[in-house]
């Protein structure tokens, strides 16, 4: 009997479909990882690699001002680049659009685009357009750069970890979902004078994005569900199941974590950054998380 | 009174889009050619970078064996690559699904991926998956590189170069769409051996990219349409118009080309190569280009 996909879930797919794949050459981290590394052994600066996508009436409505929808975007794309300590340098854009789309809205689109390009220093290279017999589809790829000492991935978390988020989570689709700041600026921060073991950016919401973390770092996770810093009007639940928060999750030493908190609050007075939990052994996990995030193949 | 896509045009959006666009540093060839060529003044070996999707009901249907959806979803990318004279790299992939697709539709797609990135040594290095609401969504983001002697653009074309293009054009719908070769082979020896002035692929029929190369290198064109090499089944007019051939199409001095035509034939025997018309003075057109290429958002 064949299978659907709502069936599967999204990283058991996304498992399935990582087998096999013809890796290719200077390839340090694949499939799997908020970007692709690639860079030859002896490289200082190592080479990233996003790319990432908003379909209308899943990431947004055709009502909301596009420009939102393009600062999004893109931003999301950013947002994944700083997760690695990286720099986004180039992109290009893919769009599929209705033929009766009204030309003032992907205007907009485009401004919004722009706008977070030159806030975050993209060039936009180059692009693709094509016609859709459905809805909007927006696909953004990015390259970046990182030195390779201050690149930071998913898989170097070790038990006894401290972990810690930035910003508040939950409750972002009343709006932050489609303004929020990508995290390039901290996560640079971060990267340059502390050694974090182990980073990703918060997109499918803290439930389902720790344990992606934690299992690639080969741990467990304890969350102290009252700890986690939450958005006005978001309950815990909401917290933890809500998904594009794009806020940063790391792991680091516990000592490391004292000393990121002080300097933290003279660089980013305004930016909240919380210990919510720690990394354990992978048999000791206090399954505290009882929502989950956001899977786009879940069962309706 | 509001502007829709359809009343302006694939050609017309891409320009009204390029405006005021932020490109950033190193960046050699923006929007407006097949590839993004990015490079730092001295250096030899370039960086290009490409983004581009088939859409269900546009590109192919959902019918047709997936594996040549996949297939088709990579080469379309690595030809664009090959019509600069690069070599494709690292690839990452963007899907958006319905829910209720057979998980055997997906297998297949990446089994014509992993084909096609196994046979032009692509590394398929990062995805991201999201839900459609509508139809099924690829997208294919592709790095290459290029030597700089060898790179080979659309705008370095010169009245009186000879005009050739690879293989045979029209009724490509009829198969060839999902089963091409794209002619990185070709396009790599063409370069090394010879000084060619303009390249391109042929993705939306010679009608539509003739026009633009040779708009690219500021120039005229005269076409002989008794001489454009036809698929088996396609008249004049569909080897002009169809589109999706990914063949390549070039220009040369005259002298050059007389030297490619008889060092191809040992080289590639089996692959016709054809001289199909002349670059001219801007103000000398001969419009006997009167079917057009494919637009996206052309009228009905």
Redesign the interface.
Known sequence: M???????G?DR??K??MK??????N?IT??G?D??I?GRPRDRKLKL?????V?????FTRGVDSRRVGWKALCRAISDIAAMGGEP??A???I?????????W??GL?AGM?KA??RF???????????????I?I?V?L?GTVERRHCVQRSGGEPGDAIYVTGRLGASAGGKHLDFIPRVNEAQWLTRHFRLHAMMDLSDGLGADLPRLAAASACGYRLEPASIPKNSGASVEQAISDGEDYELLFAVAPSAGSRIESAWCRNFPRLPLTRIGELVQPSKTRKSITARGFD??AP?
Chains 1, 2 share one sequence.
């Open positions: 064949s299978k659907r996909l709502a069936e599967l999204e797919l996304v399935r479909l096999g794949l013809p890796v290719g050459s390839v694949g499939p990882d970007c692709a690639i690699l996003k790319t990432d996508c379909v209308e009436d899943i990431h340098e180039h290009v854009i893919t599929a659009l209705p033929r009766d789309l009204d030309l003032g992907v205007d485009y722009r390009a030159r220093g993209v060039g936009i290279v180059g692009g693709e357009t094509a016609r859709s017999p459905g809805p589809f696909n790829a390259t786009h193949f309706a």
